[in-house]
Nanobody, 127 residues
Framework: QAQFVESGGGLVQPGGSLRLSCVIP????????ISWFRQAPGKEREGVSC????????VYADSVKGRFTVSRENAKNMVYLQMDNLKPEDAAVYYC????????????????????WGQGTQVTVSS
């Protein structure tokens, strides 16, 4: 099964920005909503953001609203997560994922509903 490929992580100071990219491995996944998750050491994986298949609706966790922006370019098989005003608590491994039963973003993030995942990219926020 093909996996998403995330990139763009790295070390950034608090208040800084990063742009994560996610390559959609299979063009059929264009028809599904794509979500970003993150997992910090010792914590559960949590949903961060979602964008529907038509790039017309987005969802954000309360902790990132106003700071993160998700977008996608279906023609390029790409999804992005622009992260601004980063905080130390944003440090985590970030994953993109898809639930192949949904073209719209779910009302809440349920990890077990996602059947396509990437390997993740590390984001470190530290001075």
């Amino acid at each position: 099964q093909a996996q998403f490929v995330e990139s763009g992580g790295g070390l950034v100071q608090p208040g800084g920005s990063l742009r994560l990219s996610c390559v959609i491995p299979d063009s059929t996944l264009r028809y599904y909503a794509i979500s970003w998750f993150r997992q910090a050491p010792g914590k559960e994986r949590e949903g961060v953001s979602c964008i529907n298949s038509r790039n017309s609706n987005t969802v954000y966790a309360d902790s990132v609203k106003g700071r993160f922006t998700v977008s996608r370019e279906n023609a390029k098989n790409m999804v992005y997560l622009q992260m601004d005003n980063l905080k130390p608590e944003d440090a985590a491994v970030y994953y993109c994922a898809a639930n192949t039963l949904r073209s719209q973003c779910p009302p809440k993030f349920v990890i077990n509903e996602y059947d396509y995942w990437g390997q993740g990219t590390q984001v470190t926020v530290s001075s």
